[in-house]
Nanobody, 121 residues
Framework: QVQLVESGGGLVQAGGSLRLSCAASERIFSINDMGWYRQAPGTQRELVARITSSGSLNYANSVKGRFTISRDNAKNTVYLQMNSLKPEDTAVYYC???????????????WGQGTQVTVSS
């Protein structure tokens, strides 16, 4: 079973930076869209940023100009560079990927286990 393994969360002061990483746990055939979502207590999970296999980008308005998503297709990894962090960015961050595990298999959606990001004021 393919897993998405996340790293890079933690506690940071407002104005600081963090970099999240998410990598597939084994060799796979292809990955289409990859993205990051977040969920704060008592709220619904929301899209933070998304990147297609061709490099097209999509950001939530609340993070535009502060966060940057990128991917390394050779490493099956997606990154989220978060700068100028605010207390309202505090949430559990989840990576998401559309993966075809084998050349003959259909594309499926996979989620990471989540990593906590806490921004103190």
């Amino acid at each position: 079973q393919v897993q998405l393994v996340e790293s890079g969360g933690g506690l940071v002061q407002a104005g600081g930076s963090l970099r999240l990483s998410c990598a597939a746990s084994e060799r796979i055939f292809s990955i289409n869209d990859m993205g990051w979502y977040r969920q704060a207590p008592g709220t619904q999970r929301e899209l933070v940023a998304r990147i297609t296999s061709s490099g097209s980008l999509n950001y939530a308005n609340s993070v535009k100009g502060r966060f940057t998503i990128s991917r390394d297709n050779a490493k099956n990894t997606v990154y989220l560079q978060m700068n100028s962090l605010k207390p309202e960015d505090t949430a559990v961050y989840y990576c998401n990927a559309q993966i075809s595990r084998y050349s003959w298999s259909a594309r499926s959606t996979y989620w990471g286990q989540g990593t906590q990001v806490t921004v103190s004021s």
